[in-house]
């Protein structure tokens, strides 16, 4: 009986033992999003934290036969490849994987300006979250033209925002994970970002409530029609390296993200850098962090969202123009700047909303990427047409 039990258990231990083993390998989870629950990692981010599995390399990174562009770049056209690595395979939405990383390329079928005016027109329709006129009202004030933004004079005695609703926005699923990001970040450049658990998991929730949206599923599906991404877990781990994944902006440290910059601000050389939400000046401003002096521009629309370039002091330091939407939704701020950073980076892109254009302008951050060649998000934000 002793030794039928003792073989039992080891039975069970082995059993145990290979159960676990497969959170070790990366068969079947090359590109996986990060699993806490999991011992090591499967993606481009594991090589930046160290936390890769063993067999990383040879299972995720190893070319395959036939479906890598690694010595075919520029070749004709043969039907009976896998793959191709041409100038005309984004166009045919059949370019081998590795295409933009090994040759250079822009990989998906092209996108023009009108689809992506007709996308933000049907973006801004879906916006079923943003505030109404009841809900959020501002007090633009005064209007100073383009000469007078560095002046650093108040012009305005009022706060811009006069009332909003809190209590019914922001108990919104994406409006209450867009908050709880807000306070993760150290502002200053210079200063290494160092997150807790809990808060990574915060930007997975974020993402998963944005993305779970019409807005989040509209833009997905097109992304999706363009060749851009081949599943949804794919565009969900490409959003949360291009917007959350760590860069340097000062002395080599670790200090800045996409998010950081564009939503929560960031201060830099003694100067405000980025800051284009509309939440994140209205919680600083109720706490009487923020000032608001005048406006350079306003945008042409009569209800929400709008545009507005403001001249504001935060905590003691300038910013000169900074353009926000006012009055969208989380999603809808997080889907436009998306949208034109996938499909237009680096550049203009041109949307329109209501009949009305706008113009996003888009920057990467050249010095590093996060795999393929593909760059982390500099900076975003609404401009005059």
């Not at 290979?18 to 990060?34: A, F, I, Q």
């Not at 040879?58 to 770049?73: E, Q």
Request: aromatic share 12%.
């Amino acid at each position: 009986m002793m030794k039928i039990f003792l073989v039992s258990i080891l039975g069970l231990t082995l059993i145990s033992y290979g159960l676990s083993n497969t959170l070790d390998v990366c068969e079947g989870r090359c590109g996986s999003l990060p699993d806490p629950q999991k011992t090591c990692q499967c993606n481009t981010s594991c090589e930046r934290f160290g936390d890769c599995c063993s067999d990383y390399e040879s299972i995720c990174k190893a070319p395959v036969p036939g479906l890598s562009c690694k010595g075919r770049c520029g070749e004709t056209y043969n039907s009976q490849n896998k793959c191709h690595c041409n100038t005309k395979c984004g166009d045919h939405n059949n370019c081998c994987s590795d295409y933009s990383s090994v040759c250079g390329g822009d990989v998906g079928i092209a996108i023009t300006d009108a689809e992506i005016q007709a996308l933000s027109e049907t973006l801004y329709a879906l916006d079923s979250n943003k505030p109404s006129a009841a809900q959020l009202i501002i007090d633009p004030q005064a209007l100073v033209p383009n000469s007078q933004t560095n002046s650093q004079i108040d012009r305005s005695p009022r706060p811009l925002f006069q009332f909003l609703d809190e209590a019914s926005l922001f108990s919104k699923p994406s409006y209450a994970a867009f908050l709880a990001l807000l306070d993760n970040y150290n502002r200053n450049t210079g200063t290494t970002e160092e997150f807790t658990q809990k808060q990574l998991a915060e930007q997975d929730t974020f993402l998963k409530e944005t993305v779970s949206t019409e807005l989040g599923r509209e833009l997905y599906a097109f992304l999706f029609t363009k060749g851009r991404y081949s599943s949804e877990t794919e565009f969900l781990y490409d959003l949360k390296m291009m917007w959350f994944g760590l860069y340097s902006r000062f002395a080599g440290k670790m200090d800045s993200s996409g998010f950081e910059h564009i939503f929560a601000g960031e201060i830099k050389g003694g100067k405000i850098s980025g800051f284009h939400n509309w939440l994140q000046f209205y919680l600083q401003e109720k706490r009487g962090l923020l000032n608001y002096y005048s406006h350079s521009f306003n945008g042409p629309w009569t209800s929400y969202p709008d545009i507005l370039g403001m001249q504001f002091m935060w905590d003691g330091y300038f910013k000169e123009v900074g353009s926000s939407i006012i009055g969208g939704s989380p999603e809808f701020d997080f889907a436009l700047y998306s949208l034109c950073y996938i499909t237009r980076p680096g550049k203009q892109c041109k949307l329109s909303l209501g009949g009305k254009p706008l113009l996003i302008q888009t920057y990467t951050w050249d010095n590093s990427s996060y795999g393929n060649g593909k760059k982390y998000i500099g900076s975003a934000f609404p401009s005059t047409p």
